[in-house]
């Protein structure tokens, strides 16, 4: 935070004016950085220094928990971080007692502007009625439920509104960076790129011609590599941050096969070096094993849901440095609900699901990257932290999965540098749980503090409102 005072006066700056140039222009050098510093420690100065405490810290890399951790943050980063460091005199102090801190979690796959939570028809039908700047209200308190969650950071992959070319999640994005309404940091996909009829086409399922025209790339459905290389040009041009592509079929769409391929070898090579010479990483959804192969060997970074890769595919992905984002949570709920899909669904949802398992133990086994990811919007935003039992309960250690949900994330995000980790510098997204989340993970889903960037969002109870936009009452997940 720059103070208000804090400028350079032209007159200061005009005073050397009959000097010869040179030397004018060293002066005005000197009185800019003069400027400069004297702002910044005007700007430390005035933000107050917070110091939080509490019996155990994760910093969001080592293998074993801090004891009496201590974070010290100032405006919007971290001054300190670790074991039994000193409060600094007239820091507010905040203890947390017998909690974990831990840097923010990240969830790499979330859909804040959507919502399938309740009855599958009866949401599809609600896409079509509600106008789509309604949709987007409601997609505010889906960004409150997930930050006040413990997520600071969230990856979103695709938003589109069948019909509409409106880009909500730009909206939302931009709305929360600006401090209109509150919510995590996101890294936005846009509509998502896909094939004529695939998974993310936005006009299948529906009857033919029903919306008057075959949606085109500025709606992200492209069929050759030219046509790619333009979506994804019109998607970074329109606010993407990252950009998401179906390569395989998927469970929640109509008229496609689950693990069917879905863009060529060549298509997916255009999609990758369009997205990489825009310094944008690429997330593909996939279940099918065919495309994963092929879209690894593209160079994609990060396989999304992954269902029925074979452990070939998976040392394929190790070996060229991939991430899996395993989405566990997508399945469960499905599974929890079947009969609310049409039958069509069941039957992918009981095939994704029945390899999901075997294949994310080999990957856990084999050392592979794995990224946390939920597919939040299968089920009700801010749950996402049910994803962190299914992967311990599919054998990864506690501490890994904690490591997954930050640090790793972060490393995948691309955004390393700046958060992701408790460590001096990085911007202060500190969040806190009850107990020793390596004694039992559930805990992560009781988060009781949230600050983003300095900032507190929650200490306590999350604030009064309703989440779940659909009247459907919302099962518990069951515990296996
Ligand atoms: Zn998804």
């Known amino acids: 935070m720059i103070a ?25 050098f000197t009185f800019v950085i003069l400027a400069f510093f004297s702002c910044a420690i005007e700007a430390r100065a005035a933000d107050k220094v917070i110091v939080l405490k509490a019996a155990r810290l994760f910093d969001g890399k ?23 460091l000193p409060a600094p005199p ?26 399938f939570s309740g009855n599958y028809n009866e949401r599809r039908l609600k896409e079509v009625d509600l106008n789509v700047s309604e949709q987007a209200i409601i997609a505010t308190r889906h960004a409150r439920a997930t930050v006040e969650a413990g997520f600071t950071t969230v990856r979103d992959l695709g938003s589109r509104f069948v019909g509409s070319k409106e880009f909500v999640d730009v909206a939302l994005r ?15 996909a846009t509509f998502g790129i896909g094939a004529t ?30 046509a790619i290389r333009k979506a994804v040009r019109f998607e970074v041009k329109n606010g993407a941050d990252v950009i998401k592509a179906a390569v395989s079929g998927g469970v929640l769409s109509l008229a496609d096969e689950v693990d069917t391929p879905q863009l060529t070898p060549a298509e997916m090579e255009a999609l990758v070096d369009e997205s990489h010479r825009l310094r944008k990483k690429v997330a593909v959804h996939c279940h099918g094993d065919q495309a994963a192969k092929e879209a690894i060997e593209a160079g994609v970074d990060s396989i999304e849901h992954g269902s029925f890769m074979k452990p070939e595919t998976l040392t394929l992905m190790k070996s060229k440095g991939t991430y899996l984002t395993p ?50 919007a299968v089920f009700p935003h801010g749950q996402n932290a049910k994803e962190f039992k299914l992967m311990v309960d599919l054998g990864m250690a506690p501490i890994d999965a904690l490591t997954s949900a930050t640090g790793t994330t972060a490393e995948l995000f691309g955004i390393a540098q700046k958060t992701g980790t408790l460590q001096k510098g990085k ?29 507190i969002i929650r200490n306590g109870p999350p604030s009064a409102q309703p989440v779940a936009v659909s009247a459907d009452p919302e099962p518990e997940i069951p515990a296996d």
């Open 90 to 115: 007239d820091a507010q102090v905040i203890d947390l007692g017998d909690a974990t801190l831990s840097p923010g979690f990240m969830d790499g796959h979330t859909h804040l502007t959507l919502d």
């Open 197 to 226: 009829g695939g998974h993310f086409d936005p006009t299948s399922g529906f009857r033919d011609m029903l919306f008057g025209r075959e949606p085109d790339y500025s709606e992200g459905i492209a069929d050759g590599p030219d």
């Open 327 to 376: 989405t566990l949570m997508a399945t469960e709920w499905i599974m929890s609900k079947i009969d609310n899909y049409p039958p069509a669904l069941q039957g992918k949802a009981k095939a994704a699901a029945a390899a999901r398992s075997d294949m994310f133990r080999n990957a856990v086994k084999m050392g592979i990257k794995v990224s946390f990811g939920t597919d939040a």
């Open 4 to 28: 208000q005072t804090c400028f350079v006066s032209p007159k200061f700056l005009y005073a050397g004016m009959n000097m010869p140039a040179s030397s004018r222009s060293s002066l005005r």
């Open 62 to 84: 080592s293998k074993t928990l801090a004891q009496n951790g201590v974070v010290i943050v100032q405006g919007n980063k971290i001054v300190d971080a670790g074991s039994n």
């Open 427 to 455: 911007l202060a997204d500190v969040i806190a749980m009850p107990g020793d989340p390596t004694a039992d993970i559930t805990v992560t889903e009781r988060v009781s503090f949230v600050m983003k960037e300095g900032k």
């Open 174 to 188: 931009n709305s929360i960076n600006k401090g209109v309404i509150v919510g995590p940091r996101m890294l936005v």
